[in-house]
């Protein structure tokens, strides 16, 4: 069975940047697409980014449009989240999920296999 870890959270001042991983293993990432999300406290967990790697295509939501890049190293089978000014409304645990590539990435809703998730946390 597959599996996925995420790393790379931690405590940053607004403004600041962070670098999310998710390294797969027992997953050939070709054959899914993989998303990041998020759960802030008290709130439902959302879809932020995603990408297809068979094609390359890219997903954000809007309120990280312009701040976050998803981006995908093949050799490693790990997708990254550059993350950067950050904003303290992006304070969640922020996991990454797998979903198989026939399906658009921006289904959110049809995620399957979780990481632990990673906590980030932004200060004003």
């Known amino acids: 069975e597959g599996q996925l870890v995420e790393s790379g959270g931690g405590l940053v001042q607004a403004g600041g940047s962070l670098r999310l991983s998710c390294a797969g293993s027992?997953?050939?990432?070709?054959?899914?697409?993989i998303g990041w999300f998020r759960q802030a406290p008290g709130k439902e967990r959302d879809g932020v980014s995603c990408?297809?790697?068979?094609?390359?295509?890219?997903h954000y939501v809007d309120s990280v449009k312009g701040r976050f890049t998803i981006s995908s190293d093949n050799a490693k089978n790990t997708v990254y989240l550059q993350m950067n000014n950050l904003k303290p409304e992006d304070t969640a645990v922020y996991y990454c999920?797998?979903?198989?590539?026939?399906?658009?990435?921006?289904?959110?809703?049809?995620?399957?296999?979780w990481g632990q998730g990673t906590q980030v946390t932004v200060s004003s």
């Open positions: 999920a797998v979903v198989r590539a026939y399906y658009s990435c921006s289904n959110y809703g049809l995620y399957d296999y």
């Open positions: 027992g997953f050939n990432f070709d054959d899914w697409s």
């Open positions: 990408i297809r790697r068979n094609n390359g295509s890219t």
